[in-house]
């Protein structure tokens, strides 16, 4: 049973482009949430969604973000025209259960995001 | 708003010392508190705390939660090389959005 697969694992872009980071959870979890790290910070919750809905977008930036988790295939965070700031490792943690409960997350290896 | 507040923030020991760290928390319909492992990247599961007073053991790694006084310790004794890595604490509460509060970490470095 393969884990939480995230890729790529590292991307760079140049300010103004836009970056596309792909969470396929583990198989039979239908909850996935995305986080981002700065360095030396802790984990800092961006989006929670189910397949074909956002239920929590409260972490995520309203302006040049945005998740995605189609009926078929990975979930997609995309940061379109990026900066600096924007670099970051993001994480995906996927979980079978959904609320009140969330339990153990089971997360991905991360993608690293450097923008030039 | 929900805090999550880990101390040491860094920590350098010798291997075969014992160390405690620390996570304190405020946040609202508490549920369970979590502790992680960050090695290189993913972090990894090691303990779900709900109950007070109730230690988890897993080898030489134990927690405890104290819900009265909102805070949770971890303890690694006789510390290898190996448990170099960030210690995570994460907080979740009963919400209809299922987020977890992470604090910011303890960096803990074991040296030989």
């Known amino acids: 049973n393969a884990g939480v697969m995230q890729n790529p694992r590292h991307l760079v872009r140049r300010r103004g482009q836009e970056a596309r980071l792909r969470c396929s959870p583990m198989k039979g979890h239908s909850h996935v949430y995305w986080y981002r790290q700065l360095p030396e910070e802790g984990l800092k919750f961006m989006v929670y969604l189910q397949k074909e809905n956002i239920i929590d977008e409260s972490g995520m930036p309203k302006e040049r973000f945005s998740a995605e988790f189609p009926k078929e295939g990975p979930s997609i965070l995309r940061i379109q025209q990026v900066v600096r700031g924007d670099s970051a490792a993001y994480f995906c943690?996927?979980?079978?259960?959904?609320?009140?409960?969330?339990?153990?997350?089971?997360f991905g290896s991360g993608t690293q995001l450097s923008v030039l | 708003e929900d805090k999550v507040v880990q101390s040491p923030l860094s920590l350098v020991v010798h291997e075969g010392d014992t160390v405690t760290l620390n996570c304190s928390y405020e946040?609202?319909?508490?549920?369970?508190l979590l502790w992680y492992k960050q090695e290189k990247k993913a972090p990894t599961f090691l303990f779900m705390l709900t109950s007070s007073g109730i230690e988890k053991k897993s080898g030489r790694l134990s927690s405890i939660l104290d819900k009265k006084e909102l805070f949770s310790i971890l303890n690694i004794t006789a510390t290898q090389t190996g448990d170099s890595a960030v210690y995570l604490c994460?907080?979740?509460?009963?919400?209809?959005?299922?987020?977890?509060?992470f604090g910011a970490g303890t960096r803990l470095t074991v040296k030989p």
């Open positions: 946040v609202t319909n508490f549920r369970s």
């Open positions: 994460a907080v979740e509460a009963y919400r209809n959005n299922n987020d977890m509060r």
């Open positions: 943690a996927s979980s079978p259960v959904g609320p009140p409960e969330i339990g153990k997350l089971f």
